[in-house]
């Protein structure tokens, strides 16, 4: 297909380092809601929303206004060194919000990255012990702990050239019911994986009386939105708080309404010690937060957070709005029900395609994982990048992920038209069609 001239993709490669990747090699111009344009007027529908970001929309008109109101008013003070209102009242919006009933604290940072720094920082300032455990196949930033925590199929770019990390970082396996690395089926398995933390891993690692907190996406996002199996997490929190474990929940990706709720972990009736979140926090506008039981945010020590930037006025109070417009609009249900949608359709391409060999997800959450065989489950890499490809080309944006990035995963906005929902999922359908065609 005949591509126009893009000199800023020239400019890109002459002046942008390389270790920043690119997906898809298009320069974007602008945005409406679910539709982006290039720099050639290209029309693209977008199943990515900047990874997850974007969950109100592109150019939403009443986040602007509360942008123009604010930068008008006040665009910087730093909140160690002043008091002011939009930090504030967005630290008592999300306190309101989170999920279970004690009472919460709050801290604002700039990043996803940040907030799962200052996450562990906290759970080892309150607890006095230093050992943290994630997930293989998790992904929770690109900081010092978050590198040191992930454990995706993007090993090589994130850590290659920089290990060791951190000292006292322990993985254990995800459960990854498609890929049991136990060799077990879900739900007859008795969850051999959460045994295997209590009864083999503190014994030949680490005692569980010396981990400070374990740290978990309820819906990997990076690894390809793998869900976490409801009774898995009930347990979980059951073993941790039986060793004074802090469960801190990463809802960088999965939280805002993405899953049908607000916050992910609320499928599983769990309250989290420590909730990190970001990304569509403040629909693109750089903000994260952590938000953690009062009882232990109140044991940090003055003076030991805070950064320059955290918190900026104008992303506070572009973030209050999100809030306000999620409620008002009650847009985790109505990611429910899109969600309901997705999944059909997904069902669907699994009984036409043999490359399907999986569907999961939660929500607008939705994934497919492409397999060459459905008995072995030999990653399709190969494939998973042609029907990237050719969406493209037929003007549907999208993003792999997974630990083989064999998977491709859906993340439209939640305000997205259901004509554009269908269109899109209309061109994935016949993207993986012409590629099966080509692979058979």
């Known amino acids: 297909m005949f591509q126009s001239r893009d000199p800023y993709l020239e400019l890109r490669s002459r002046y942008v380092m390389n270790g920043v990747a690119l997906h898809h090699p298009v320069t974007i111009e602008r945005g409406e809601n679910a539709i982006l344009y290039d720099v050639n007027g290209r029309r693209y529908i977008d199943f990515t929303c900047g990874i997850g970001v974007t969950s109100l929309g592109h150019a939403n008109k009443e986040l602007i206004n509360v942008a123009e109101e604010q930068l008008r008013k006040l665009w910087h003070v730093c909140v160690m060194v002043m008091n002011y209102r939009p930090y504030v009242e967005l630290a008592e919006k999300l306190a309101k919000i989170s999920p279970g009933g004690s009472e919460k604290q709050v801290l604002l940072q700039n990043s996803g990255s940040e907030a799962i720094e200052n996450a562990i920082k906290i759970a080892r300032q309150v607890t006095g012990r230093i050992y943290v455990i994630a997930y293989e196949n998790s992904f929770h930033g690109r900081g010092t702990y978050g590198y040191a925590l992930a454990a995706t199929g993007k090993y090589k770019p994130y850590k290659i050239g920089i290990d060791p990390i951190i000292p006292g970082v322990e993985l254990i396996p995800y459960p990854y019911c498609y890929r049991c690395i136990f060799k077990q089926e879900y739900p007859e398995c008795s969850l051999v994986c959460l045994d295997y933390l209590e009864k083999w891993f503190t014994y030949s690692r680490v005692p569980l009386e010396r981990v400070a907190a374990l740290v978990i996406e309820m819906v990997q996002g990076e690894g390809g939105f793998i869900v976490a199996p409801i009774d898995y997490v009930r347990e979980l929190k059951k073993l941790l708080d039986k060793y004074g474990v ?15 709720k607000m916050w992910a972990i609320e499928h599983y009736g769990v309250d989290p010690d420590i909730l990190v979140t970001a990304k569509a926090i403040a629909n693109g506008l ?35 709005k999100v809030v306000d417009i999620m409620l008002r609009d009650r847009l985790p249900d109505r990611a429910a029900v899109l969600g309901e949608t997705i999944k059909k359709k997904l069902n669907e391409l699994y009984d036409k395609f043999k490359l399907v060999g999986d569907v999961r997800g939660l929500g607008v959450m939705q994934a497919i994982e492409l397999v060459k065989d459905r008995k072995t489950k030999e990653p399709a890499i190969d494939e998973v990048v042609k029907v990237v490809n050719k969406a493209r080309e037929k003007g549907l944006l999208l993003l792999r992920a997974g630990l083989y990035l064999n998977v491709i995963r859906l993340h439209p906005p939640l305000t997205i038209e259901e004509e554009n929902l269908e269109k899109g999922l209309e061109i994935l359908e016949e993207s993986i069609k012409e590629v099966e065609a080509e692979s058979s």
């Open 246 to 260: 802090l469960l801190v929940d990463d809802e960088v990706q999965c939280g805002w309404s993405r899953t049908g």
């Open 286 to 320: 750089p903000l994260s937060a952590i938000i953690g039981k009062k009882d232990l945010m109140e044991k940090t020590l003055p003076g030991s957070f805070g950064g320059t930037y955290g918190g900026n006025p104008v992303s506070c109070a572009v973030a209050s």
